[in-house]
Each structure stands twice: as structure tokens, then as C-alpha cells.
């Protein structure tokens, strides 16, 4: 028995040649995966420059802005919020994670649900508003697309 051997040869302690990641083991990407990487990578761009906006206003260089110190409570915790939340989303969405596309949905629902119950707070024009809610449109469009190709 022992002059046999096997066709699959038994892993060796510390050997990781099995665990590799990149490995191209996965279907080459389509259009429609294409397509969706840009526009999360343009969309990533956008909330930077959304949360870089933000991090100006807490900071006080923009000019002729109001200090941030003598806006209202709320509307600081908003803008604290949407800093850190958009670039968080930003990076996500940048690295095309899953978890990428969930942070900026949050972001983008909250901005809106925000804008439409407390204008006061995160005062939004409709366009504005209209924008958003068609981004995250095209958002779903090209995902569903990608998924229906793939399959």
C-alpha cells in the first residue's frame, strides 16, 4: 500500500498555497461590472469632496461662512455626522465593497430623510434632493444589470 500514491497530496503545516485570494479564479468582468465600478468610483469622488465640504465647515476655513461653534446643536451633530459618515462611504465606495455600497446608501437615505423632516438641520434645495435620489437610481440600475449579466 505504501507504493501507491495519491493524486491529491496532503497540505503541510504553514504550507498557505491554498488560501490565495487573487488568484483570477472568477469569471472575467462584464460591461455592465465595468460600468458599475466607474460610477462608484465617481460616485466615491463626489462624497469626498461632500465629506471634505463637511470637515471645512467643522474646521472654519471657508470664507464667509458662519463659525461652526454659533450654529445650533443639532445642526453641528448633522454636520459632525455627514464628516465622517461620507467619507467613510467615500472609501467604501472607492474600493467597490459591498460594505462600501451599504455606507453610502445610509448616508444618502439619512441626508434625505434629514433634508425632508428637519430642513432646518440639513437644508437641501430639490434639485439637490432629486440628484440624490436618481444616483442612488442609476446605483441599482447598474448593479441589477452586472447581476443579470453574470448569471
Avoid at 460616485?43 to 461632500?50: E, F, I, P, Y
Avoid at 465606495?93 to 434629514?114: D, E, H, K, N, Y
Amino acid at each position: 500500500m505504501r507504493g501507491l500514491t495519491s493524486a491529491r497530496r496532503a497540505p503541510r503545516p504553514g504550507d498557505l498555497s491554498g488560501d490565495r485570494i487573487e488568484g483570477g479564479s472568477g469569471p472575467p468582468p462584464s460591461t455592465w461590472d465595468t460600468a458599475l465600478v466607474w460610477f462608484m468610483r465617481l460616485t466615491a469622488l463626489a462624497w469626498l469632496c461632500k465629506s471634505l465640504y463637511a470637515w471645512a465647515t467643522i474646521l472654519d476655513v471657508l470664507p464667509g461662512a458662519r463659525p461652526f461653534e454659533v450654529e445650533p446643536f443639532g445642526r453641528q451633530a448633522a454636520i459632525v455626522y455627514f464628516a465622517v459618515v461620507d467619507a467613510a462611504a467615500a472609501i467604501g465606495l472607492w474600493l467597490t465593497g459591498a460594505w462600501g455600497g451599504v455606507i453610502w446608501l445610509l448616508a444618502v437615505t439619512s441626508a434625505l430623510t434629514l433634508a425632508v423632516l428637519t430642513p432646518q438641520l440639513v437644508p437641501m434645495p430639490v434639485p439637490l434632493m432629486l440628484f440624490g435620489v436618481s444616483v442612488v437610481a442609476i446605483y441599482f440600475l447598474l448593479s441589477w444589470l452586472a447581476a443579470q449579466e453574470a448569471r
